[in-house]
């Protein structure tokens, strides 16, 4: 069954998201590259305690199904994929997170070695924060 183009509801609806969670990841990873030794500190702690990771595991779950049924199923384009992919990441590694032990969370947060490619996590973060931003920004809606 093939679907009709997207409709200008559908179009701001994307140009909406691109938007919130382009400047939510500029932001954070500008307030994050300021405090690099009390972020990691944090994050370390925070991957330690049990109750609060399956929490955030479960409002991260939450959030990423929230993006991804608020996407347009109908809707096309680079800025389309990319919320639909920002959602699916955040979806499945809640997910992940809620079913691992807390062992498990330990040993994998420390295989990726947040410490040390702090810089890289945060450049990724902030080029997809900037990539949704000005491609939502500079998107028309119809």
Not at 59 to 75: E, F
Request: one cysteine or more; glycine letters at 8%.
């Amino acid at each position: 069954m093939q679907l009709p183009p997207a409709n200008g509801v559908e179009a701001r609806q994307t140009i909406y998201l691109g938007r919130l969670i382009g400047l939510y990841c500029i932001i954070v990873a500008l307030v994050m590259l300021s405090h690099k030794q009390a972020i990691v500190e944090t994050i370390t702690q925070f991957v330690h305690d049990g109750p609060l990771l399956f929490f955030a595991s479960l409002v991260g779950m939450v959030i990423g199904l929230a993006i991804i049924l608020a996407q347009p199923v109908r809707a096309s384009g680079s800025l389309s994929v990319a919320i639909a992919i920002v959602g699916w990441i955040s979806f499945i590694k809640g997910l992940v997170f809620i079913f691992l032990s807390p062992a498990t969370s330990i040993r994998y947060f420390e295989a990726l070695r947040y410490g040390q490619f702090f810089y890289a996590y945060m450049a990724i973060t902030l080029a997809i924060g900037i990539y949704l931003t000005y491609a939502s920004f500079t998107a028309r809606s119809q």
